[in-house]
């Protein structure tokens, strides 16, 4: 069975601190991975994408991808209390079939 | 950006009811799907609802429960029929366009079942 996994947490951080959070998924033939910022009581929205191995950066977002580990990563630069929410890390499970299997998500604190 | 709504936002249902929430979204879109997100959970793919046909179902998810409709390429529904307090969740749809994989949520629909 095709797996995501991620740390529950909660992660505290203080600000201005880099947050760091982690996903490893089972799947070896899964080529795209996806991050996910959902506040309580709203619906997840995106924050980034990656499809190669290596770094991407957006603004005060790093996703880092090692499909040889089979791990995925977010970095969050200058850690803000609105930084505060769960995030998910989403995983295509392949085929093409542009399915997601989703992690348990990482609830992260930024203490102010 | 497209929006995507859903309808309603919230409901409080009696077991045994059925309730049926609506995605509507206001560009073309190439796939739809919907996941329940129960309390404290993660997000759990129901099923892929398909333009002009049977909706593709997730291991543990039956149309008899969860029939679900995609009459065009903007509005799917989903209905939870038959309903009990285990059924209390957020429902959520998401679509991709353009043929690319990322997905993009509605807003959900709240649910609870007394």
């Known amino acids: 069975q095709k797996e995501v996994e991620q740390n529950s947490g909660p992660l505290s951080v203080p600000e201005g601190a880099i947050a760091s959070l982690n996903c490893t998924y089972s799947d070896r033939g899964s080529q795209s991975f996806f991050w996910y910022r959902q506040y309580s009581g709203k619906s997840p929205e995106l924050i980034m994408s990656?499809?190669?191995?290596g770094d991407k950066e957006d603004g005060r977002f790093t996703a880092q991808l090692n499909k040889a580990s089979q791990y995925v990563s977010l970095l969050i630069r200058d850690s803000q209390p609105s930084d505060s929410a769960t995030y998910l890390c989403?995983?295509?499970?392949?085929?093409?079939?542009?399915?997601?299997?989703f992690g348990t998500g990482t609830r992260l604190k930024v203490l102010a | 950006s497209a929006v995507i709504s859903q309808k309603p936002s919230r409901d409080i249902c009696q077991r045994g009811t059925s309730l049926t929430i609506q995605c509507q979204v206001d560009?073309?879109?190439?796939?739809m799907f919907w996941y329940r997100q129960q309390p404290g959970q993660s997000l759990t793919l129901i099923a892929t609802?398909?333009?002009?046909?049977?909706?593709?179902?997730e291991s543990g998810f039956v149309i008899d429960k969860f029939p679900i409709s995609r009459p065009n390429l903007t509005f799917s529904t989903l209905t939870v029929s038959n309903m009990s307090p285990e059924d209390s969740s957020i429902y959520l749809c998401s679509v991709t366009w353009d043929n690319k994989e990322t997905q993009y949520f509605g807003p959900g629909t709240r649910l609870l079942v007394l």
């Open positions: 990656i499809y190669s191995n």
């Open positions: 989403a995983v295509n499970i392949g085929s093409g079939t542009y399915k997601y299997i």
């Open positions: 560009s073309q879109v190439t796939m």
């Open positions: 609802a398909n333009q002009g046909s049977e909706a593709t179902y």
